[in-house]
Structures are given as C-alpha cells and as structure tokens.
C-alpha cells in the first residue's frame, strides 16, 4: 500500500478485500499503541508538574532563608558599629557581631541546587508534552489512512485498479526526474497486462536513459572544456565511449585522444631533458617513478631502467661516503678516548712521581746532615765535634735549599751559576776549616770531598727545579720520559751520597767494607708455546706477553698482562714474537678471516668464549680465543704491513659485532701481538 501525490489515498499492491482488510486491522492496532503511549506521557506529565511545583516550593523556602540570613548579617554590622564605643564589654560584643558578618551565607548553595531542580523538572515536562503532540500527529496522520482504507473497500477491485492506472498516468505527464520516471515504470509494470501499461513502462524507461545521456553528454562537455591535464583527457576519452555514439561522442573521444596525445609527448620530452640534467639520488628516483607512470610509451621502460641503474650507484657511493665518515669519526672519538686515558694516566703517574722526589729531596736532605755531622766528627783533631759539625752541617742544608729556591724563581742559567759558586764557597771554608794545621795534601783531598758532598746535596733540588712537575704557581704538568728521567737522577743522588758517606765513616778506622756476593739468579724457564692448526696457518692462542721485548700492561696492571697480553708499539710488535714465529702480515689476517667465513662474520667465530663486555663473548669455532685489550670492549692487533711513514695496517673486533674491521693506526699505538709459525 502507498499513498500517491500525498492526497492520503492507500493504492494497494494487490487489489483484493483481504488485503486492504489487513492493513486496516495493522492501522487500528498502531492508532490503539500511539493512544496507550499518549496515556502514559500524559501521566508522566502530571507526575514531571507535581515535581515542578515542588521545587518551586522548595526554591521559595531558601530563598527565603537566605534572605532572613542576610537581614541578621545587616543587623550585626549595626550592632558592632554601636558597640564600637562601649568599653571593654561593647568590644567583645563587638567581636562577636563581625564574626557572624565574616561567615558565608550557608543558603547560597541550598538556593542553587533548588533552582537546578526547578529548571531540570521543567524540561522533563517539556519533553513530555513534545512527545504527546508528537503522538497526537502520528494519531491524525493513521486515521487519515484508515478512512481512505474505508473508502477503498467500498469500491470494486476494478474500479480500484481503474483509479490507480489514472492516477500514474496523470503522474506520468508533470514527471521529468529520470529516478521518477523509473519508479513510475516499475508500478507500470506491477500492473502486468493491465491495458497499455507495458508501454508506458518502456516509455517511461527510455525517458529516463534519454534524460540520464542527455545529462551527462551536458556535463561531458562542460568537462572537455575545462580540462587540461593528461588524467581528466584520459577519463573523458572512456566517458565518450562508454555513450557508444550518442550525438558526436566519437568525434569528442577522438579529438580528447589527441589533445591526451599532446600532453603525454610533450611530458615524455619533458622528463627526457630532466634526465639529461639530473645529477641526485632524488632526482633520478622521481624520475623512475614518472617513466614507469608513463607505462610504456615509447621507450620510457628503458630510460626508468637507466635511470635506476645511476641512481644506485649514486645510492652507493653515498652510502660509502656515509661508512666512510662514520669510520673516520668512530677513529677519532677512538683516538681522543685513548689519548685522554692517557692523559689522565700521566697526570696521576706525574702526581704520585712528583710527591715521590718531593719526599726524595727531603730525605736527601736529612740524610746529607747526618752524614756531614759523622764526618766533621770523625776528621776532628781536638774532639771538638760539634765546633766542626755543626757549621757544616748548616751549610749543607742551606745549600739544598737556597739552591731549590733560587731554579725556580730565577732563570735557568743564573741559577746554576749561583749554586755552583755557593757550592765552590762552602767546600773552600770546609776545606780551610779541617785543613789548618795539616799538610796541603790533606787540603787538597778535603776540598774535593765537600764539593762531592755538596754537589751531590743540591742535585735533587736542582733535578726538581729544571723538572715539568707542577708546583703551587704554574699547575703544569710534564711529560711522562721527563718525569722519569728526573726521578732516577734523584734516586741516584742519594744512593751515590749514601756510599759515600758509608766509605768515608770506614775509612777513619782503616776499614774495608765487605761486599756481600748474591748468587746469580737463574733465568726463569720459557713458557710453553700453545698454538693452534687454522687452515693451513699454525697461530698462538694467547696474546703474546714478553716484557723483555718492550711494551707495556693495560692501565700498568700486571694482571692484564697475565689475562690479555702485552700492548706493543708497531716497532716493538715486529721484534717481539720468538723464533720460529713472527707478526702476521695483513695479507695473512685475510686469510685468517676468509677461512673464518669472511670479515662479516669471522669475529664471533675467533672470539672466546668469555671476557667481553655486555655479553659480547664470541662461539670459538677454532680455539683461537681471541680476548679483548682488557677494558673487554675491543681487541686491536697489529700487522707486518706498512701502510705509510707514519702508519701500519691491524685489526679490530668490537665486543658488540661480528665484523673484523682492518684500518691504519699510528706506528705508535699500543695494541696487541698474536703470532703465527713461519
């Protein structure tokens, strides 16, 4: 059933007593549901204005509370303001009024939460009585539909379908919506056999095709005159022909083919000179990407396929450059680490050395006083010791430091003269002291000794002053070989100083002093070889650890060198394998790392099992038990093979990778030696 041209006529689909009764019955069930709903919002009603009226009542009350509330604030105020000259009782009453005006009217809330109230009962009234209108409507609308129900079944079937028939023919002639028409065919054709109705379905639907092309050959044409890309003259050539020669289709689909042609040709032109200029990875990439768009014109298969090829090995050699600067910056942040370790070692060692000759100057010192105090004593002739020892030993001491002072505040050379003439003065006036009396001989002899004595007591002080050590006012630090030079200088002086003492105090007596024979100590037996058979090499499986070859522990710690080996300079490393071995060429550690599986892989194959850093230990496919320098980080090797004046080839293996990695490092460097059999 349908209700045409909204006239609330019911046309039924099949024109029959039991239908039209049907529907009657299913309208007078749906009247009767809208009515039972209507009765039930009419109840919600009553109910949403009895609360209504409450909350009103409700809101009244608080207000009227809070109004009260405010009356007594005002009537306070005014009693404090009458109390104010009342004495001592008129001030607390005083008190007690502006404490009350101070607090916050509790009803305020109270007022708020009522008056929300009363706005949500509101809109729940509102919304019941919009639904019972709504029911109302609906009401109206069905009982229209039931009384045209009515009038139907008063009629006979045949004048039912006579009065639909007319009245889509009358729908038929104001129709000119192609969606309509159609709809107007389709109950045509419910109408099966019915007088002409199989024509009007058909004309109606070849209407509706001849309005639908008609409409899109319009806009088709709006469309050709507006575009002007490759796509939109593409689209339009399908359009064209998908209307299969209505009108001058196929003339428009041939003119937008060639207009299409002209773009394309000239797009291809276009992105062959681009190909002739680019020079970038991007430009050569957008350029693969437009030449495969094309889809095979002409040759753009081929130059997509050029151009692939360049932008890989521009791709490539980026790439390269990339590993490259990467390699160049992982080797100097490699080369700062060390040289600031080795920086801070030198600074502790420096440190440590120079409060070493500190103490050595001191010590030097106190033992040159006692020794000058034993000789005066023993070549004195009356027995007057302390009239002897006592200005020598003075000079002694004041010679030391007067010396210490005198290099370091003045300059180099004035310096020594001072001392040495402070030196020559003091040996004479001891000389000239002991050797009054007494044969020129003897004054010759005494004056060699105390200038031996006293040279020999201002060289730490003097060592110490030309020395790099930092003091209090430079905070300079020198060099490692420097401090080294100095330190066994000083050692020396007091060694040289003590035996002299020690002959001297002998010789009053007449007194050899024996000379305790040690018995010579056997060299410590050679250590086992172990090697291993890797390929056709035979090579160590330890790190090669000969201190008699040079080189040095990692961190100056003995036990390093037990676990990991020795760390060689390159000159160092070629001189220390024994006989019968020598240091791997790089040609050699090629072959080491081909039968490995190549450089990709061959470090965690070569790598012990044990002794990296984070885990990083390796499967020791050969027992080759390659461990790490000893911070358990990397494992650096040299090779025979010179890179430049400056530079020679090794390997490295990090603990966080497979990769053997050969570059060229400084001839200086200290690194490892494993060795293989000649």
């Known amino acids: 059933m349908e209700i045409i041209n909204n006239s609330a006529s019911v046309i039924p689909e099949m024109f029959s007593d039991m239908t039209l009764k049907n529907k009657k019955m299913e309208l007078e069930n749906l009247i009767y549901e809208i009515e039972q709903e209507k009765i039930t919002l009419e109840q919600s009603v009553n109910t949403n204005s009895n609360l209504l009226d409450m909350a009103r009542n409700n809101l009244n009350r608080t207000r009227e509370m809070e109004r009260e509330f405010e009356e007594d604030r005002q009537r306070s105020h005014s009693e404090a303001q009458f109390a104010f000259g009342g004495g001592r009782e008129g001030m607390q009453d005083r008190y007690i009024?502006?404490?009350?005006?101070?607090?916050?009217?509790?009803?305020?809330?109270?007022?708020?939460?009522?008056?929300?109230?009363?706005?949500?009962?509101?809109m729940d009234k509102s919304a019941a009585q919009s639904s019972i209108s709504e029911c109302?409507?609906?009401?109206?609308?069905?009982?229209?539909?039931?009384?045209?129900?009515?009038?139907l079944l008063r009629e006979t079937p045949a004048k039912r379908t006579e009065d639909y028939y007319q009245q889509l023919l009358y729908r038929k002639k104001s129709l000119s919506e192609p969606n309509d028409l159609l709809e107007i065919a389709k109950k045509f054709r419910e109408l099966e056999g019915y007088k002409d109705t199989e024509a009007l379905a058909v004309y109606c639907e070849n209407r509706a095709q001849a309005i639908n092309l008609k409409r899109q050959y319009d806009k088709l044409i709006q469309a050709k005159n507006q575009a002007s890309s490759e796509d939109s003259y593409y689209n339009l050539i399908a359009q064209f022909r998908d209307m299969k020669g209505y009108e001058d289709t196929n003339e428009l689909a041939k003119e937008c083919f060639n207009r299409y042609s002209a773009l394309k040709k000239n797009r291809y032109d276009k992105l062959v000179q681009a190909k002739n200029q680019a020079s970038s990875e991007d430009g050569y990439y957008s350029l693969i990407v437009q030449f495969r768009d094309m889809k095979g014109y002409e040759d753009t298969d081929k130059l997509a396929n050029e151009c692939e090829k360049q932008y890989n090995v521009l791709k490539e050699d980026r790439e390269e450059r990339e590993r490259k600067a990467r390699e160049a910056e992982q080797k100097r942040l490699e080369e700062d680490l060390l040289a600031k370790r080795r920086a801070e070692e030198a600074k502790k060692r420096?440190?440590?050395?120079?409060?070493?000759?500190?103490?050595c100057l001191i010590i030097s010192y106190l033992y040159i006083l006692f020794v000058t105090y034993i000789i005066s004593a023993l070549w004195g002739a009356d027995g007057n010791y302390i009239a002897k020892c006592l200005p020598l030993a003075i000079f002694s001491l004041l010679i030391g430091v007067i010396s210490t002072i005198f290099l370091r505040k003045s300059n180099y050379g004035s310096g020594v003269f001072i001392v040495m003439g402070m030196i020559l003065v003091q040996s004479i006036t001891t000389a000239v002291?002991?050797?009054?009396?007494?044969?020129?001989?003897?004054?010759?002899?005494?004056?060699?000794?105390?200038?031996?004595?006293?040279t020999l007591s201002a060289l730490p002080g003097f060592v110490l002053a030309c020395s790099e050590f930092p003091d209090k006012e430079s905070k300079v630090h020198g060099s490692e070989e420097s401090n080294k030079k100095n330190l066994i200088i000083a050692i020396a002086s007091i060694i040289v100083v003590a035996i002299l003492g020690v002959v001297l105090l002998n010789s009053n007596d007449n007194k050899t002093v024996p000379v305790q024979q040690e018995e010579p100590i056997a060299a410590p037996q050679?250590?086992?070889?172990?090697?291993?058979?890797?390929g056709n090499q035979t090579w160590m499986v330890e790190n090669l650890n000969d201190a008699s070859k040079g080189g040095k522990c990692q961190d100056d710690n003995p036990s390093n060198c037990e676990k990991y080996g020795r760390l060689y300079t390159w000159e160092e490393a070629k001189k220390a394998c024994p006989s019968g071995w020598h240091l791997p060429s790089d040609a050699e550690w090629t072959a080491l790392a081909n039968f490995a599986g190549g450089d990709k892989i061959a470090g965690g194959k070569l790598k012990a099992k044990s002794g990296w850093s984070n885990n990083g230990n390796g499967t020791d496919d050969y027992g080759f038990s390659l461990t790490p320098d000893g911070d358990g980080e990397y494992s650096r090797l040299w090779s025979s093979t010179e890179h430049n004046a400056s530079n020679a080839w090794r390997r490295r293996i990090d603990y966080d990778g497979s990769t053997v990695l050969r570059d060229s490092q400084h001839k200086v460097n200290l690194y490892s030696v494993r060795c293989v059999k000649d």
């Open 97 to 122: 009024a502006m404490q009350f005006m101070s607090r916050i009217n509790p009803h305020t809330e109270y007022v708020c939460k009522a008056a929300e109230e009363v706005s949500k009962a509101q």
């Open 136 to 151: 109302n409507r609906s009401v109206l609308k069905y009982q229209a539909q039931l009384r045209d129900l009515e009038n």
């Open 433 to 454: 002291w002991e050797g009054l009396g007494f044969l020129a001989l003897r004054f010759l002899l005494n004056t060699v000794i105390a200038l031996a004595i006293n």
């Open 350 to 359: 420096n440190a440590r050395i120079g409060v070493f000759l500190q103490c």
């Open 526 to 534: 050679s250590k086992p070889i172990k090697s291993v058979q890797i």
